[in-house]
């Protein structure tokens, strides 16, 4: 491969390391063509994944400010460039590491921050950005039912009071009402 050739490659992954909200660098040791396009689909839309040169992906992670990754460049490497949520594309690789033990997740980075193969694995286990915002919004909405339930309380108590008092003076005729109005005062 000639010298600009190399630089041009370095430039991209370097741009694809500035781009991407994840990174996660996996040997696919002994898997065919036809399980790497399996995998490429499980990702999701908001992943790519290529297979990489060690030596040019590490140089364009370090020019991307990552240097966390350097021991993980040993063997045939393969790198999935997430750009959405993480978590999605992060249990399609346990998953799919899970029926093909090919696949060895190595290792990755997250905003910036170096994940072990054991961190990926518990990311995978979160719930998605979507489930986890509509949760929040329900815990959300369930605290403003509660607090309006709170704030009617009082106004309810003092209408279901009123309305025993008429019923009892209306019960006990005219000669009853002064001990409901004492009760009222009360």
Do not use: H
Request: net charge neutral.
């Amino acid at each position: 491969m000639a010298r600009p050739d190399k630089a041009a490659a370095v430039a991209e992954l370097t741009d694809q390391f500035r781009s991407s909200n994840a990174a996660v660098l996996t040997e696919y040791r002994g898997l065919t063509v036809a399980q790497l396009k399996t995998l490429r689909r499980s990702l999701g839309e908001n992943a790519q994944y290529a297979v990489v040169k060690n030596t040019l992906t590490k140089i364009a992670a370090n020019e991307a400010g990552i240097n966390t990754l350097d021991d993980l460049f040993a063997g045939p490497t393969a790198v999935a460039f997430i750009t959405g949520d993480p978590v999605e594309s992060a249990k399609g690789l346990r998953d799919f590491a899970k029926d093909n033990p090919n696949l060895i997740i190595k290792g990755g980075v997250l905003d910036g921050k170096a994940l072990s193969a054991d961190e990926i694995k518990k990311l995978a286990d979160l719930e998605s950005r979507e489930v986890l915002l509509a949760k929040l919004a329900g815990a959300m909405k369930g605290k403003q039912s509660q607090a309006a339930a709170l704030f009617q309380a009082p106004l309810s108590k003092f209408v279901r009071t009123a309305e025993a008092l008429r019923s009892k003076v209306e019960q006990g005729g005219a000669g009853t009402p002064a001990p409901a109005e004492a009760e009222v005062a009360e």
